[in-house]
């Protein structure tokens, strides 16, 4: 039976200076595998690396925007061979639409949708020519599939990344390139838990069917099964984590 043990493989997280990207990095570290960390804030990545190593976790850390090409494009070849990539990194504006700037717009969808494709496409193309197999892990969201207002292009961006995690999926499969998803459903993070015991949070989480926020921990078995080759026949596969949510009546 296969395991989700990733001894021997080298998997790049993108966003993981903080956050989902942080956890999913020490995640994949535990089950054996050496790790990439990407980010813009060097700092925290550096921090974390430290971390990483006393739990005798092999982690470098590189500088990435993916708001850049030419930052992907050099990140990527910093990286070296890959077995795994895991596209985390994410951004929100939280504005009505009808007061959503351009910038803001572009800010969201060049970072959640553009720049996972772009860091997709970079390692795809050095898997190919390398004749090598991969794993990409898309972190979509729940809001993919359903919506809340005042957060158009988060909606839009994931909802996005879910259909390009399937097209790629078709096309690479031939490569032996995996391309999945998950979409979480609302996570308690360093950034958000203060919300979650306010009025406005407690209302939302009334909304789940299991009445509570997921923790951090309780994504791991979906990125581990698609990550690994315990999940080598999943393709194409968008991975709902979110007690419920998305099948809570209307």
């Known amino acids: 039976m296969k395991t989700f043990d990733l001894s ?30 990407a980010a813009r804030r060097a700092n925290r990545l550096q921090s974390l690396q430290a971390e990483l190593a006393k739990d005798g976790i092999a982690a470098r850390a590189i500088d990435l925007d993916v708001q850049s090409a030419d930052s992907i494009h050099t990140a990527l070849d910093a990286a070296g061979p890959l077995d795994i990539v895991v596209n985390n990194a994410g951004i929100s504006i939280v504005k009505p639409a009808l007061e959503m700037p351009e910038e803001d717009w572009d800010a969201v969808v060049d970072t ?15 898997w190919v020519a390398e004749k090598r ?6 972190i979509a969201s729940i809001l993919g599939l359903r919506t809340i207002g005042q957060v158009a292009p988060y909606n839009a961006s994931k909802a996005g990344l879910i259909h390009l995690t399937r097209a790629l999926a ?3 499969a031939r490569y032996q390139i995996r391309v999945n998803a998950i979409c979480p459903g609302y996570i308690e993070t360093e950034m958000n838990s203060a919300f979650w015991k ?18 951090p921990e309780e994504l791991d078995g979906a990125l581990l099964l698609l990550a690994s080759d315990a999940g080598a026949f999943m393709t194409g ?7 419920g949510h998305t099948v809570s009546s209307l």
């Not at 493989?9 to 960390?37: D, M, P």
Request: charged share 20%; aromatic share 4%.
């Open 8 to 37: 021997g493989k080298t998997a790049l997280v993108t966003g993981a200076s903080s956050g989902l990207g942080a956890h999913f990095a020490r995640c994949l570290g535990a089950a054996g595998a050496s790790v990439v960390l």
């Open 112 to 126: 959640n949708l553009r720049g996972a494709w772009l860091v997709a496409q970079g390692a795809a193309r050095r």
């Open 133 to 138: 197999p991969g794993s990409i892990v898309n």
């Open 170 to 172: 078709m096309e690479w």
């Open 198 to 215: 306010t009025p406005s949070g407690r209302k939302l989480i009334e909304r789940i069917p299991q009445r509570r926020i997921g923790k």
């Open 237 to 243: 596969s968008v991975v709902t984590v979110d007690g």
